[in-house]
């Protein structure tokens, strides 16, 4: 799992980055509210946590535009503002929880753990493609269990069959905001994923669309 954190109380987000990590959910912690905007449209990421206040640009702000754009990422607001006002705006612009401050680090966990765990009837547990199953508890394509990252990778392009997943978010989702993350890494590790597919003599493949990204096609389609 990867997180956005917004939020530009240091000392507070410092704290909270480290037990998150703890519970070994990636997390990209960002102070400036622009900055988040942008990484928050990027994609790539299963929660959003925005506070309210924030340089250039409020946390609500943040929130009312993605939900604009389409993006349905579940979002979990903070903010030292508890008036029953602040929590109505937030819902009302598409918030899915809120957390007034001071609150304790096992509370948002729990809350990021809730919000990104899907109803029982729509859980899936194997995504299938083509002659393709990927086990999305054990990281396995056809029993083959993938690496992390390219776990991450492979999951964006199985959900989103014949859909162009574009470098930045595939980056995004991958690596976050690691300072040395570029294109060559997704390159990389699409011929990875590229050679187990070979392996398994899929009839599915992955298909570079320049200057764009790649997407996941049935080979005898070619689509």
Known sequence: MRILYVEDEERLASAVEYLLKKEHIAVDWLTDGEEGLTAALRGGYDCLVLDIM???LSGLD????????????????????????????????????????????????????????????????VIRFEDLEYDL???????????????????????????????????????????????????????????????????AEIKTVRNLGYKLVSSASKQ
């Open 62 to 125: 943040i929130l009312k535009t993605v939900r604009q754009r389409g993006v349905a990422t579940p979002i979990i607001m903070l903010s030292a503002l508890s008036e029953v006002e602040d929590k109505v705006r937030a819902l009302e612009l598409g918030a899915d929880d809120y957390l007034s401050k001071p609150f304790k680090t096992a509370e948002l966990i729990a809350r990021i753990k809730a919000i990104t765990r899907r109803p029982p009837l729509q859980m899936e547990q």
């Open 137 to 203: 508890k054990d990281r396995a394509l056809n029993g083959i269990v993938l690496t992390g990252k390219e776990a991450d990778l492979f999951e964006l392009l199985i959900r989103n069959p014949g859909k162009v997943q574009h470098k930045e978010q595939l980056l995004a989702r991958a690596w976050g905001n690691e300072a040395n993350s570029s294109d060559n890494y997704v390159e990389v590790y699409m011929s990875y994923l590229r050679k187990k597919l070979e392996q398994l003599n899929s009839t």
């Open 54 to 56: 924030l340089p250039h």
